[in-house]
């Protein structure tokens, strides 16, 4: 896959003298989803800004599909969309007028028939006719969506897509969302939930104190950093867990039914074999054992954490 994006070294100070990034490396591959996680105020949108020119860099260099986003400003704009945080949208006019006139606005030709793809691929063809303030607030979040691609763009950058929308509605997003991946258009998301980077993206990179701290493959990332527990059911309560036990650092849990155990969950050796036999050889019964994976929201929390103490 070639890269529709490339970042290198993208500093920004703002007049106030505060850096909210530090030099920061970052590529995208064609169709893929990228999801940026970071605690507020960590630079996320100020990153996006830099790369839809709406905020200016102070260094570094941004590349959007071959074209430099300062020295080729229109053509690299071009290929980016935007779907911000605020929802602005003028409230009395139509779907249709609003999403055909954003077109305009980068200068593209009339192409009716991609907007009318675009309002059925987001089912908002139905409500093309209606004005923007008498649709739900899904609906309009649909609309902005709509504008940001009306100009055909590669890109299609997300910033809290689902910021403030209730359970259903954000699982419908997730929805747009892997129909627009399917489409080819590549797409990075700014998320303060956890959970949507996990269901939605190919790769995650988490943002702390304007420096990229960490980008990689979701997958790998939860089986490096993911950890498993083993919960260990006891037929008998225990107050104290035996010495013969240490080694395995076990929690007493539900009052002394439950002994876990916790490993890494890429680890080829897990150690289960043998607490089993230990947990046998000191007389404990069980009646039943269960793992749960820590979830994405765990590894990041441990990272971000582990980043400010280092830094501190
Ligand atoms: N115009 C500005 N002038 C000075 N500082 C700014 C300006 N805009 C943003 N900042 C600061 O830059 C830092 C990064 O802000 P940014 O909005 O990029 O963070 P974020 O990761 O998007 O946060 P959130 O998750 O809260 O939206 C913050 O400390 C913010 O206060």
Known sequence: MTDILTLEGVEKTYDSGFIALHGVDLTLKEGEILALLGPNGAGK???????????????????????????????????????????HLEPFSRVWDTVRYTRGLFGKKHDDAHLERVLKDLSLWDKRDSRVVELSGGMKRRVLIAKALSHEPRILFLDEPTAGVDVDLRKEMWEVVAKLKASGVSIVLTTHYIEEAEAMADRIGVINGGRLALIEEKDALMSRLGRKSLKIDLET??????????????????????????????????????????????????????TRQSSLEEIFVSLVQSEQEERA
């Open 45 to 87: 949108t100020t990153l996006i800004s830099c790369i839809c020119g709406t905020v200016m860099p102070t260094g570094g260099k941004i590349t959007v599909g071959g074209f430099d986003a300062l020295t080729n400003f229109r053509k690299a704009r071009s290929l980016v969309g935007l779907v911000p945080q605020e929802i």
């Open 237 to 290: 309560p225990v107050d104290v867990i035996p010495d013969t036990l240490s080694s395995y650092n076990l929690k007493r849990a539900d009052d002394g039914f439950a002994l876990v155990y916790e490993y890494e969950a890429g680890a080829s050796r897990t150690g289960i074999t043998r607490l089993l036999a230990d947990l046998r050889d000191a007389g404990l019964c069980m009646n039943d054992l269960s």
